[in-house]
């Protein structure tokens, strides 16, 4: 099996469809009508899925302030938190902000964060690989007509194949680490890894991420819901990995 062109989002199994409210702001900038449009469509795929994953919990209007000057965007990042600042677009949990630069990939960093909203507001606190994982997930899909379509030609795809060429890839070390570690030197390998196993756990089942975010909210670590979900735990997870994307 390989990650070859493009996967679709399976339609949410919620029953009772209800809308997400976003509040998009401009500064200084426009937005296309295809670009607003796709982005609420993104922001609806995002909400139905996470709903899955929550429950009929009450989720707050997602507001989202997009830059045209990059001065202004760096600007507004002063009073933010130094975990949360970036060069393109960061999601704020103190404030459930998003703030984002329109640059040529905006776009996609819209999608990366709002995964970011839905998460950081429903999850007193993700494990980073979660929520890398599927924030990345979410950044390399385009919204289609019934669902989302997911693409896998970006760089996360090449740097797995580069570790696992030298086969340095270690999910079960990865899924353990803390903020600061995760964070530290290898930061894009995990972020890579961390997206190649949400990528896989939603080509194979959906359902696999949904049961995996309801157990780790409800308190239990990440090596032992992999172990608990994943057909022959994380051992197998490591083998099963290795052969889809080499």
Not at 158 to 166: A, M, Q, T
């Amino acid at each position: 099996m390989k990650p070859t062109g493009k996967i679709q989002g399976e339609k949410a199994v919620s029953k009772r469809r209800s809308a997400a409210k976003i509040r998009l702001v401009r500064k200084s900038c426009r937005l296309k009508r295809t670009e607003e449009t796709a982005i609420r469509k993104m922001v609806q795929y995002e909400y139905e899925f996470y709903k899955n994953c929550f429950g009929n919990r009450n989720i707050p209007s997602i507001n989202v302030t997009i830059y045209g000057r990059y001065d202004d965007f760096m600007n507004a990042q002063k009073g933010t938190p130094k975990y949360a600042r970036s060069d393109f677009g960061f999601y704020c949990t103190e404030t459930k902000t998003i703030t984002i630069y329109k640059d040529i990939g905006f776009m996609e960093t819209c999608y990366h964060e709002i995964s970011h909203f839905f998460l950081g507001t429903l999850f007193r606190m993700a494990p980073d690989w979660l929520d890398e994982g599927m924030a990345g997930y979410f950044e390399n899909s385009k919204p289609g007509d019934e669902s989302w379509l997911v693409t896998n030609d970006n760089w996360q795809l090449k740097r797995i194949r580069k570790l696992i060429r030298k086969n340095k890839v270690r999910i079960k070390r990865l899924i353990g680490l803390s903020y600061k570690k995760f964070h530290r030197r290898r930061a894009l390998d995990n972020y890579a890894v961390s997206w190649g196993i949400l990528f896989f756990f939603m080509y194979i089942n959906q359902h696999f991420v949904i049961e995996i975010i309801r157990q780790l909210r409800n308190g239990k670590n990440s090596e032992d819901v992999v172990n608990g979900i994943y057909p022959g735990g994380i051992l197998q997870l490591q083998k099963d990995f290795v052969v889809f994307y080499k």
